[in-house]
């Protein structure tokens, strides 16, 4: 007959292959690539709703761009500013187009996206969020006092018109003159109350500022990626889990194995 395992090694590899299945459990919600016309994954703002690619016209601004929309967040505590329409900018970053946050001819600028995500049971994990932007004093007179506002929310009956729960909220600054390109990354985030189990998850861009808010005060967003992290304790107990097996198996490999049956 064929030699079985001892049954702590059936455990552990148990373990292993589910904490395999957990580390590839992780979902790519926003990313910065419009897949097959994704309404969630133009993180780039360089597509439109059908999924073709929008290149920057002379000026380069457009009013609208993929399933990104305006809209009126008001009611979140971490957004202090309406966001009336969406409009992309050229990057100075790659020439790329990217989003105009803040306010432009008049009009307050930022954009709103419903990621299509089902937000999943409270405890079962966090979010991740990256993104680059610059307070653009060349695109526009971006001060040391305006700042970018972001925010991850749900909605009672998943459009802009219902109730908002805010999930969480992040606020940066980047002082007048400085037109280089930063790199945000929030890992962990994301309270999710039993209220927002199922729901749509939204990502907002505004601007809020603490003194003045001038006309043409821009900052520029680009590249924005959302990730859902299964919990993390489950997550470290079965990577622990992974490696006490190699651990266990490197061990048995060193003497012989007599297993009767």
Do not use: C
């Not at 908002?164 to 600054?173: D, I, V």
């Amino acid at each position: 007959m064929p030699h079985m395992k001892p049954p702590v090694l059936l455990l552990i590899s148990s373990s292993l292959a589910l904490a395999t299945a957990t580390l590839s459990a992780q979902t790519v919600i926003v990313d910065a690539d419009f897949r097959n016309g994704a309404y969630n994954s133009n993180g780039s703002f360089e597509f439109d709703g059908s999924g073709s690619q929008l290149l920057p016209p002379p000026p380069a601004i457009i009013d609208g761009f993929g399933f990104w929309t305006g809209g009126d967040p008001t009611s979140l505590p971490g957004i202090s500013r309406e966001v009336h329409q969406t409009r992309t900018w050229r990057s100075t970053a790659d020439d790329s187009l990217a989003a105009t946050i803040g306010r432009v001819d008049q009009q307050v600028n930022g954009a709103i996206l419903n990621t299509g995500y089902d937000v999943p049971f409270v405890g079962d994990g966090q979010f991740l969020l990256s993104f680059d932007w610059t307070g653009n004093s060349t695109a526009g007179g971006w001060e040391a006092d305006d700042d970018l506002e972001v925010a991850l929310f749900t909605s009672s009956n998943d459009s802009l018109s219902g109730t908002l729960t805010q999930l969480w909220a992040g606020r940066y600054f980047d002082g007048n003159g400085n037109n280089a390109f930063e790199s945000i990354r929030e890992d962990g985030i994301g309270s999710v109350p039993e209220a927002s189990v199922g729901k749509d998850l939204y990502i907002v861009f505004s601007a809020g500022l603490v003194g003045e808010f001038n006309n043409d005060e821009i900052a520029v967003v680009d590249n924005v990626k959302i990730v859902w992290i299964p919990e993390p304790g489950l997550y470290s107990l079965l990577l622990g889990a992974a490696g006490l097996t190699i651990v266990v198996r490197r061990r048995a490999s060193n003497r012989p194995h007599n297993f009767s049956v």
